[in-house]
Nanobody, 123 residues
Framework: QVRIVESGGGLAQPGESLKLSCITSGLTLDAINVAWFRHVPGKEREAISCTTWRGQTFNYSDSMKDRFTISRDNAKNTVYLQLDNLKPDDTAKYYC????????????????WGQGTQVTVFS
């Protein structure tokens, strides 16, 4: 059974950092592609970045690519998203998603999703 669990969200002030984790089970991390998305109620889900099974990374947002960094530790079956220099507009629920074929910014392509972790940035 495939399971994806995100953690690491919480409260932060502008300029602070958080590190999100995505632990996968039921799949071999070094054979899958993993992406991070975020969602604010009333808005479309937004792609952040994706890491391929080969270790390539793709960034999908100009506003986030210089502040957010995706990484993976295959030995721990974990993909991380480092959030630096947080801004109030970064307040959202952050989701991890797995695609068995490709990295893409199209959320409907992804095969498995976690439940998300909430990040709230306040002054």
């Amino acid at each position: 059974q495939v399971r994806i669990v995100e953690s690491g969200g919480g409260l932060a002030q502008p300029g602070e950092s958080l590190k999100l984790s995505c632990i996968t089970s039921g799949l071999t991390l070094d054979a899958i592609n993993v992406a991070w998305f975020r969602h604010v109620p009333g808005k479309e889900r937004e792609a952040i970045s994706c890491t391929t099974w080969r270790g390539q990374t793709f960034n999908y947002s100009d506003s986030m690519k210089d502040r957010f960094t995706i990484s993976r530790d295959n030995a721990k079956n974990t993909v991380y998203l480092q959030l630096d220099n947080l801004k109030p507009d970064d307040t959202a629920k952050y989701y991890c998603a797995v695609d068995l074929k490709v990295c893409t910014n199209w959320d409907l392509e992804f095969d498995y999703w976690g439940q998300g972790t909430q990040v709230t940035v306040f002054s």
